[in-house]
Nanobody, 126 residues
Framework: QVALMESGGGSVQAGGSLRLSCAAT????????MGWFRQGLTSEREVIAG???????TYADSVKGRFTISRDKAKNILYLQMDNLKPEDTAMYYC????????????????????RGQGTQVTVSS
């Protein structure tokens, strides 16, 4: 089992930045993909960024060029740096992990998520 705990959400004005963190504990050796997904009040779940254990990253078009996913392998912490935030980025953001990878972690996590955190709210005002 893997436990994930997010932190770093909050409220920011459009154009601002936030950095989310996700601390992973437990059987982290079993994980092949980690990433972030978000869900707004009236929108479906959207996987926005993924990173595999080699450090290869993939992004959804909606955040490409604005968000950066990274991880500290030694500390088992996953990050999401979010720059140039827009009101449409407002959502609950969740950390995700899965033992499998299929071509890319963005694709894999869009199909299945074995572990997820409790989420952290991001609100962007115009």
């Amino acid at each position: 089992q893997v436990a994930l705990m997010e932190s770093g959400g909050g409220s920011v004005q459009a154009g601002g930045s936030l950095r989310l963190s996700c601390a992973a504990t437990g059987a982290t050796y079993s994980v092949s993909c980690m990433g972030w997904f978000r869900q707004g009040l009236t929108s479906e779940r959207e996987v926005i960024a993924g990173i595999d254990m080699r450090g290869s990253t993939t992004y959804a078009d909606s955040v490409k060029g604005r968000f950066t996913i990274s991880r500290d392998k030694a500390k088992n912490i996953l990050y999401l740096q979010m720059d140039n935030l827009k009101p449409e980025d407002t959502a609950m953001y969740y950390c995700a992990a899965d033992p499998f990878v299929d071509r890319s972690c963005l694709r894999s996590l869009s199909e299945r998520i074995e572990y997820r955190g409790q989420g952290t709210q991001v609100t962007v005002s115009s």
